[in-house]
């Protein structure tokens, strides 16, 4: 199974442009080798983080007393968290990422958010196959973060779409998501580009 990881700078966009309200747990949901867990453990203590992951031995990277983690599928999982982070995997004809939302959106309560790192294309396609624009006009998110840059999750050159962050406030129900292009600071954000 591949490893994705979130670019550092990709995590610090969202912490400009939200706020966790409360003193509750955040779940980051397939949280891998804990790149997200990472940034924001940076800003929000430890132990209001936890993270779920089905591989073993990305958690066991993780491993801190302070860090509460599970091992298993996110899509199965009851537990309780006043927000959700994620950067849901796509799983192509099986809608992994739309079922990520969907189970967050379920084990969050009223007013907590679900965070999640999608391709913008997610928000305007899969109508066909998924009915995706049915359940978003449904569960529209509040707000949309495009960023400005295009990340690259295997270290190399930048993924070939362009990315951002839905923010779903649950029992907020929105005509239409705010739409917003997210600044990155360009000293956070790596490249290999020459200048002349």
Not at 132 to 139: D, I
Not at 157 to 179: M, N, S
């Amino acid at each position: 199974m591949n490893v994705y990881h979130t670019p550092e700078w990709v995590t610090r966009v969202l912490l400009d442009v939200v706020s966790f309200p409360g003193e509750g747990r955040i779940l980051d949901a397939g949280c891998g080798e804990g790149a997200i867990l990472k940034v924001l453990s940076e800003e929000i203590s430890l132990e209001r983080l936890a993270g779920i992951d089905l591989r073993q031995d990305c958690l066991d990277a993780l491993r801190h007393p302070d860090l509460l983690l599970y091992q298993g599928d996110f899509l199965g999982h009851a537990g309780y968290y006043d927000h959700i982070v994620m950067n849901p995997p796509y799983g192509g004809r099986e809608n992994t990422a739309h079922r990520f939302v969907e189970h967050a959106l379920d084990l969050v309560p009223k007013g907590g958010l679900v965070c999640a790192l999608l391709r913008l294309p997610w928000f305007a396609s899969g109508e066909v196959r998924h009915g995706r624009a049915s359940w978003l006009r449904a569960n529209m998110p509040q707000k949309i973060y495009a960023l400005e840059r295009r990340p690259s999750f295997t270290g190399g050159g930048t993924d070939g779409t362009d990315y951002g962050w839905g923010v779903w406030r649950k029992g907020i129900h929105p005509l239409c998501a705010e739409f917003h292009i997210a600044r990155c600071l360009e000293k956070e954000i790596p490249t290999t580009e020459k200048t002349p």
